[in-house]
């Protein structure tokens, strides 16, 4: 069928992509400018039902193609009155998650070069922009050098998407190096030649170093680095206060997993795991027949912001074989503050390293930076080779395929680039330094009529929250009733046990004038449930 005139003058053609395109850099900054304005009327969380965003929405696709402007007049009905606003000053849910005109204009030239750079030939400078800008970041968070991508060693750093996928990639790592070990060094089975485990996997080791091995006769060999007949019996630790994905990871990985029982940190006073734990873990499950390959440790727990102390967990690690992966999603943009640096002590024992610079550095979603001591040893349980991915300087050049689970990769390096030279490092300092000193002010107000207890102290922008002498379900009809006003939005946790409500200062729009209404609403709330009862 001829196509009709009319329909080629319906595309968008360069001149009104320059038109349309600005038109919607106007209406993001009119968005952002609304935010900010507190007599907009707006609150952090929509006024919405579920289904209701689906009833603005055909139930078909349109037949013919619309005119742009029929579908820009959509967006403030469709799309920012169904939103949650994330960057509302009033926003205190979860952790923040930053963004800045700078990052957005990164994501915009991403989408406009539209490659895919999962090798180093299939986009160079998505490739080599990415190597360096993470280089930047290791200087800047005081990073061991050993992880940088121009360091002598094998260090590796790679940006990506989220920290559960790092967290995945970092299990999958740890698994691959304990199956290889255990398939390569018999001296690593001698400890436990007495178990069943140890026969076992000597059975295996024999059948693997002969290759004659039933699997290979019938064709269908277990992966070598990931056979899961050798880590059936692998067990990973986490905090029990970990992120809800490490469990998911682990799970997904096919992996056990005990979680440590944390305990109240001598030195912050919130939930993290002591090295006596580890080591009784440790024991015991060695004396079961399991074999322990990996600590998850957290730096910044979503509850109560713990860390997880690497300098006392590390040696242990060391010391047991075990490799260490840090979680330090939202805390680790912290590092770059001096004054945050004890969350480092013990960096040097650290094989993998994760944080959300999506999070707490002016960087939009997604930037997750993923750095291993030894980067070239992990690609290694990634390479599947495929020649039509090989290319002439493959042998020296950097392809971020082998470290992530999708082949295609963005150019989200653009954001970490445009932001550290056009916003700079103190910049992003200020920030972070106001994010902290805004929580401690809340956490200063909220106890001030005597009502209120903190459940731990304030750390890095989260304030963790009670209504004194009062059960947990006292304290969720607080939360919950706070929510349903809608002035203010947070989340609540529970830790151990004991419900409590989070204040996150999320917003780089957050004021002081933000704190002390939060603080308002929350005594109006509760005195208003109070007087019902
Ligand atoms: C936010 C957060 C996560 C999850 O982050 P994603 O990047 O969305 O997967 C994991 N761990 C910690 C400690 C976090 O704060």
Redesign the pocket.
Known sequence: MPISRESILRCMDPEQFRKHGKEMVDFVANYWASLKDRNSGMTPLPDIRPGDVSKLVPSSPPKNPEDWKTIFEDLDKVVVNGATHWHHPRFFA??PTACSYQAIMADILSGGIAGIGFTWKSCPSMTELEMSTLDWLVDLLGLPEHFKNAAEGPGCGIIQ???????MIAIMAARAAAVEKVKQEPTFLNWMAATDLGKTIKGILGKVRQNTTEDEASGLPPPYYHDPTVFEKFVMYCSDQ?????EKDAMLCGVRMRKLKSSRDAELGNFSVSKETLEAAIKEDRARGYVPFLLVA?????CSCAVDHLDELGPICQQEGLWLHV?????GSFFVCPEFGYMKRGMEYVDSFNY?A??GMFINF?C?PLWFRDGAHASKFFNVDAVYLSHEHQATAYDYRHLQVALGRRFRSLKIWFVLRNMGIEKIREALRKQNELARLFSRLIVENGQFELFVPPHLGLVCFKIKNANNAQNEVLCNTLNEDRRIHLVPSNVHGTYFLRLAVCSQFTKEEDIIFARDVIYEINSKIRSQV
């Open positions: 979860y952790f998407s989220t920290a559960s996928d790092s967290t970990a992120h809800s994905s490490v957290t730096v910044g727990t979503t979680d330090a999603a939202y805390a959300n999506h999070k997604d997750s």
